[in-house]
């Protein structure tokens, strides 16, 4: 009976948090109109963040990635980068920069950059690194210089584990991307931390659209991730256990939930 | 967006006439040496939340193992469940699960507990899946039943995977314990927000954040050095 109870106010928080996304309504003070329509500056403002900081974050990680594992030099780098970058708050890196930088939308796509660095480049080194020597040389030996060996034998043969990586920095950029509000950018995180403005409803509401964002990006950056895959590498059809099951390692690709 | 304001005012000490280092907010050694003591609860409280989550994952990871040893089919769906937890964001899992448990430790452990399973359920399945043939069909040659060749034979040879992935879920979940300051759980993300605009209060916390994940990484590392006299390379 008393757990009818519980089960039908949890069910009523969460169906008002819906109702919070699709609706808007006066804040907790009044005056000021919360949620529905009100939302989508939030998410624009939540997908530039994440866009911004995943176009830097590739710029830098993906040519590094290549060149270190062309030229095989970065075995430590690869593992103490994706060692060390799990464990430094993503909370802490956020306000870092503001506190020292300034509260500013670049100066947060500054830090969050920073976060979606270590697995692009470690899965590009890494997927650079596995190419066989074999392939490499039978490819020198058709007489392609240094450069065409990257742009035509090792990044096609390495853009599964590189979009690999991408795919994990997105999860991760969305993720972090709620603590916006703490850089003083106004994101999607601004109605789960500041509940005391956009009520229980808005809080809870807008944890279901931010945990629904970052599954709709795992499963679409799959899906490219599977495209970008040359032909002769793609397995007839990969099963949910091998695409989530390798086993972490250590020293190997980065996977890190946020 | 206001910041919470309230806290600056215990945590800052304005008492000297000069403008010291704290009133121009730079990084101050003195100050730190002074209130680092303020720290050391919030620093236990975060152990706690990271200790008591990852044994929870542990001991359910475990046991999902050991059935998706038994009935193989299962892997599959275990790992897509446990993926999708782990891919949900941290801060939006606290504010899911507030309507439901409400505010403090427990909420908070739940939520990092979700996130460890993924990695050492898989890593579990995995260590087993790489026991050589031959010493299981060894240990079955001496009579052992299955339950003895599983608990004498196969898990001790798949301690290094198991201890790999106890150790990513460690770090990781220090990283994420951060946050359960949202689901009112403490830890050393609390005090971070209680000043946010104090550089020596973000990187204090931040690095006491780091030194409890290398500690807990070298103290399993320590462990598993002592329970597995045999793995030790002869130098």
């Known amino acids: 009976m008393t757990s009818a109870i519980v089960l039908a106010s949890v069910l009523g928080e969460f169906s008002d948090g819906l109702d919070f996304l699709f609706h808007e309504r006066e ?40 060149y270190l594992g062309h030229s095989g030099r970065g075995d430590f780098a690869a593992s103490s980068i994706s060692n060390v970058g799990r464990s430094v708050p993503a909370i802490a890196l956020v306000l870092f920069f503001s506190s020292y930088l300034g509260l500013s939308l670049i100066n947060l796509v500054f830090a969050m950059t920073l976060l979606a660095i270590p697995p692009i480049f470690t899965n590009t080194y890494v997927g650079v690194r596995q190419v066989e ?3 490499v040389d039978a490819a020198r030996g058709m007489g392609l210089s240094g450069l065409q060996i990257v742009r035509k034998v090792q990044l096609p043969l390495a853009l599964p584990l590189v979009f690999g990586g991408v795919r994990t920095s997105v999860v991760n950029v969305i993720a972090t991307a709620t603590l916006g509000p703490f850089a ?60 989530l099951g390798a086993p972490a390692r250590l020293h190997q690709v980065a996977d890190t939930p946020t | 967006m206001s910041p919470p304001t309230l806290a600056q005012v215990t945590i800052r000490d304005r008492t000297s006439d000069e403008p010291s280092c704290v009133a121009q907010n730079g990084f101050c050694p003195d100050w730190i040496r002074d209130h680092i003591g303020d720290y050391m609860a919030p620093l ?23 059935l998706a040893h038994r009935r193989r089919w299962l892997t599959g769906p275990i790992t897509g469940i446990t993926g999708v937890m782990y891919t949900i964001p941290s801060l939006a899992l606290f504010a899911i699960l507030l309507p439901i448990t409400g505010f403090g430790f427990v909420t908070g452990v739940i939520a990092l507990t979700s996130y460890n399973l993924l990695v050492i359920f898989r890593n579990i399945v995995a260590g087993l899946d790489n026991v050589p043939d031959a010493a299981k069909d060894a240990a079955t040659g001496m009579g052992m039943t299955d339950r003895q060749r599983l608990w004498q034979v196969e898990l001790p040879l798949a301690i290094p995977e198991i201890v790999a992935g106890v150790r990513v ?49 070298l103290a399993i590392l320590a462990v598993q050095r002592a329970a597995l006299p045999w793995r030790r390379v002869p130098v």
């Open chain 1, 27 to 66: 804040s907790v003070a009044g005056g000021v109109q919360v949620g529905g329509s009100t939302m989508w500056p939030l998410l624009g403002k939540h997908l530039e963040v994440v866009g911004l900081a995943m176009l830097f974050a590739i710029l830098v990680a993906v040519p590094l990635g290549l």
């Open chain 1, 133 to 135: 020597d074999d392939i």
């Open chain 1, 184 to 243: 003083g950018v106004l994101t999607l995180g601004d109605p789960i931390i500041n509940a005391s403005v956009y009520g229980e409803a808005g809080r809870v509401g807008t944890a279901m659209l931010v945990a629904a964002l970052a599954i709709v990006a795992e499963i679409l950056f799959a899906a490219l991730q599977r495209a970008v895959t040359p032909a002769a590498l793609r397995p007839p059809r990969r099963s949910l256990r091998e695409r």
């Open chain 2, 44 to 66: 236990l409280r975060h152990l706690e939340l990271t200790v008591v989550s990852v044994l929870a994952g542990f001991v359910i990871a475990f046991a999902l193992a050991l």
């Open chain 2, 169 to 217: 879920a460690t770090t990781t979940t220090v990283g994420l314990a951060a946050l359960a300051f949202i689901a009112g759980a403490g830890g050393l993300g609390q005090q971070i927000i209680t000043d946010i605009v104090f550089k020596s209060n973000i990187v204090i916390a931040s690095v006491l954040c780091i030194l409890l994940a290398a500690a807990l990484d």
